[in-house]
């Protein structure tokens, strides 16, 4: 079973503040994601990420930064937090695109409050 | 952009029915359909997935169905059970970009 390791799990911030949250996936897959849950809209996409170095705008990045440092870390940056990123946080990772093996496998989440 | 459209927000089936969620999806180059179970409190898991190089899959009590010419797939649950509550995320992938896009989820809950 592939795994996804999110820290920390919960962390509370202030509006202006700066967080980092975490992705660590130890099953050398090339693709990561970080998606937010908000009920009504579901899991959308924020960044994306094919490989170390390289990253991929998703459908809802505005205000959030995303670097993949290696290809087991993946990292979300908020550097000026609002109340409106209140959110729970998903990573994920799967093995790539075409007819690979593409199941594609969560972390636990991270619950994001900005007060 | 892009968008997965999951048409039923909240479903409640009698336990022994079926359950049926439907999906529509934009991006033509789509090939990939995966289907998520999120339980209260917890994270996402796969149940089931369907290619586009198929328009039919069963898992046990799980049926997926694709119509490509309508870009629409379906999840089936059949001699639904108590523990089938859940949100369930339909989901679709583009086969180039590795671009995975969810809907928005249906809450699903199993009457006695």
């Known amino acids: 079973e592939a795994a996804v390791t999110q820290s920390p799990r919960n962390k509370v911030t202030v509006t202006g503040g700066n967080v980092t949250l975490s992705c660590r996936q130890t099953n050398s897959h090339n693709y990561m994601y970080w998606y937010r849950q908000d009920t009504g809209h579901g899991l959308r996409l924020i960044h994306y990420s094919y490989g170390a170095g390289n990253l991929q705008i998703g459908d809802v990045p505005d205000g959030y930064k995303a670097t993949r440092t290696t290809q087991e870390d993946f990292f979300l940056l908020l550097e000026l937090a609002s109340p409106s990123q209140t959110s729970l946080y998903f990573c994920?990772?799967?093995?790539?695109?075409?007819?690979?093996?593409?199941?594609?496998?969560f972390g636990k989440g991270t619950r994001l409050t900005v007060v | 952009g892009e968008k997965v459209e999951q048409h039923e927000s909240t479903l409640s089936v009698r336990e022994g029915d079926s359950a049926v969620i439907n999906c529509t999806y934009t991006d033509t180059a789509s090939s990939y359909f995966p289907w998520y179970k999120q339980e209260a409190g917890k994270s996402l898991h796969f149940v089931i997935d369907?290619?586009?190089?198929?328009d039919r899959k069963q898992s046990q009590r799980l049926i997926v169905l694709l119509d490509k010419k309508a870009k629409r797939f379906s999840l089936h649950i059949t001699a639904t059970q108590p523990e089938d509550s859940a949100i369930y995320f339909c989901a679709a992938k583009n086969y180039n970009q590795g671009k995975l896009i969810f809907g928005q989820g249906t809450k699903l809950s199993i009457k006695p």
């Open positions: 369907i290619r586009s190089n198929v």
């Open positions: 994920a990772s799967s093995e790539g695109q075409g007819r690979a093996n593409t199941e594609v496998f």
